[in-house]
């Protein structure tokens, strides 16, 4: 309550002080009887200030300047921080500001409306329920803004302004859009200051000659000059339609746009000199067209720059929401630029509201989808995102083994295993690798998992051959049997015994029915030769004939994890 009774006072003192100026120099009869006419004009004019309007005998008075609007903004904005500075905000920070945003709006709005009560006569009479309505919004952004920018000070950041302070308070898709907008809405009023100050600047003669009919004096120009600055944002709003193709009336049954120039009688006023002759649109005005396009190219690409989208599809959206927002404001703008000016030809002035928010969604916010896409594109390319990078180059690296069955069960220590049930084995470890032929893990690793050998090549400079393959070992298509070896190469002694005996106790005996999981045999780097090992008892051999023979001459040997039947070969005489 205390800094929204600041605001009001030195607001009111400010405006009070200018009145009584023009009070001096003006007849005294045209502000009212002695110095309450003067409060009360003074009154009014703060009211004008936050755009509350007024109503005469003639008509209602809309047309109000928004330069005016910065004095009291300016004060609300340094409440706000004020408040922030003398009380403890507790919770987020968000909540805190606004907090001390209604804190504020609340006690302004009721004053406001108190005032334009008070101000009320036979000749002007506020709206009350604008006062009302202006003063809460005014209070709540401007105050909002200095909260915010003292609470992000507070905690030893420095900030440029109360938006840049507003904007590390938002969450980050909230900030791409408010940045994507600011940017946009930004190039538009450049754009409109451009045009307006050009048209000004090439009419010059025409604005002195309509200050020099007015003849103000010293203490009236120094007026006409405060009031030509404080409509100075309606100007550059109005140039900024024009710009986006709707234009602005000057009048009712005029028109000044790029399709064409109609205009009727206008106020002698010396900013409107700078509207064009009629007729046909002036050729370089028109390349003012091309703002809108350039707008919604910079907002798409600063919301997306703010907030990339890891989803190609989602970037245009979000970009035509930023130049959707952008037209909303650039509606708004166009809707308190403009307004009567009392009643009859005077009654429509300014840009249509409607009009200039549909042309700036669609001009806008195309322009804005399509920078918003390729501005996605080029970052996620940039950083190697889906598409963007280039296909990776096949990998070197052998591919990952399968999953190994479950282990057979051991035969016992000083028995060979059966040369039957070997083959049975072999064959059903074939059966099993044609069953699931493509299997990575097939070709890693030779043998598989049951001990079939598999003839798959190994493609060169692709992955290493097993260190199982041994030059004197060769695979045979019929059997898992491996090639023949001579018996010079073999080493003979009590040393080769000893190995032999411990291959036999290694070597794992396929069962006859379902395997047992035991844990998997350990690998070893260098695998002993085997040796012949011991006849089987006579209760356990086959039957005498030429298996026997042939089982006399092959061994078993499991070679990590995989079994291998070794057929021995005589001495050369």
Request: one cysteine or more.
């Amino acid at each position: 309550m205390v800094a929204a009774a600041w605001c009001v006072g030195i607001g009111l003192a400010v405006l009070t002080t200018v009145t009584l100026v023009g009070w001096t120099a003006a007849p005294r009869a045209a502000l009212g009887p002695g110095l309450p006419g003067v409060f009360r004009t003074a009154v009014n004019f703060w009211l004008v200030a936050h755009h509350a309007g007024f109503s005469l005998q003639d008509g209602r008075v809309g047309l109000l300047p928004l330069g005016l609007t910065v004095l009291p903004g300016a004060l609300l904005y340094r409440s706000g921080g004020w408040i922030i500075r003398v009380t403890e905000v507790r919770g987020r920070q968000r909540i805190g500001v606004m907090q001390v945003a209604l804190a504020l709006a609340g006690p302004y709005a009721i004053l406001a409306g108190l005032l334009a009560l008070t101000a009320r006569s036979s000749v002007v009479r506020p709206s009350a329920w604008q006062a009302l309505l202006a003063g809460f919004l005014l209070a709540a952004f401007a105050g909002g803004l200095g909260a915010a920018r003292a609470l992000v000070a507070a905690g030893g950041k420095r900030v440029r302004s109360g938006l840049w302070a507003l904007l590390r308070l938002l969450p980050e898709r909230p900030r791409s859009l408010v940045v994507g907008v600011v940017g946009a809405t930004a190039v538009l009023l450049a754009s409109g200051a451009l045009l307006a100050g050009t048209s000004l600047a090439m009419d010059l003669p025409e604005a002195k000659a309509s200050y020099d009919a007015l003849a103000p004096g010293f203490v009236g120009g120094f007026l006409l000059l405060l009031v030509e600055l404080a409509f100075l944002p309606n100007a550059v709003i109005w140039a900024m339609a024009y710009a986006i193709g709707p234009g602005f009336s000057v009048g009712a049954g005029t028109s000044v746009s790029p399709t064409g120039v109609f205009l009727n009688v206008v106020p002698l006023f010396p900013p409107l000199a700078a509207l064009p002759e009629p007729g046909p649109a002036p050729l370089p005005s028109l390349l003012a067209l091309a703002a809108p396009f350039v707008a919604g190219a910079v907002g798409g690409v600063l919301t997306i720059r703010a907030m990339p989208s890891p989803v190609y599809e989602a970037a245009p959206l979000w970009g035509f929401v930023s130049g959707a927002l952008t037209a909303c404001v650039a509606a708004v703008l166009a809707a308190l630029s403009g307004g009567p000016l009392g009643g009859g030809r005077l009654a429509l002035m300014g840009p249509s509201a409607w009009q200039v928010g549909l042309l700036a969604a669609l001009e806008v916010g195309v322009s804005a989808a399509i920078a918003a896409w390729v501005t996605n594109w080029a970052l996620l390319r940039r950083a190697g995102g889906p598409g963007g990078a280039a296909e990776a180059e096949p990998s070197t690296e052998p591919t990952k083994p399968s999953k190994p069955t479950k282990p057979t069960k051991p035969a016992k220590p000083g028995k060979p295993a059966k040369a039957g049930r070997s083959r049975k084995a072999g064959r059903a470890a074939r059966r099993a690798g044609r069953a699931e032929p493509g299997k990575p893990g097939d070709a890693a690793k030779p043998g598989g998992g049951d001990g079939a050998p598999e003839r798959t090549p190994v493609p060169p400079g692709r992955a290493k051959p097993s260190v199982l393959i041994q030059p004197p070992v060769q695979f045979v298509d019929p059997e898992p049997v491996l090639g023949t070896r001579k018996a010079a190469s073999r080493k003979t002694g009590s040393g080769g015994g000893a190995a032999g005996q411990r291959s036999a106790a290694r070597s794992p005996e396929p069962p006859a029915v379902e395997p047992t999981p035991v844990p998997a045999p350990r690998d070893e780097k260098e695998i002993a030769e085997p040796v012949p090992p011991e006849a089987p008892d006579a209760a356990e051999a086959p039957d005498p004939g030429p298996e026997a023979e042939d089982e006399a001459q092959r061994e078993v040997e499991n070679r990590g994890g995989a079994i291998y039947v070794l057929r021995k070969q005589p001495p050369e005489a």
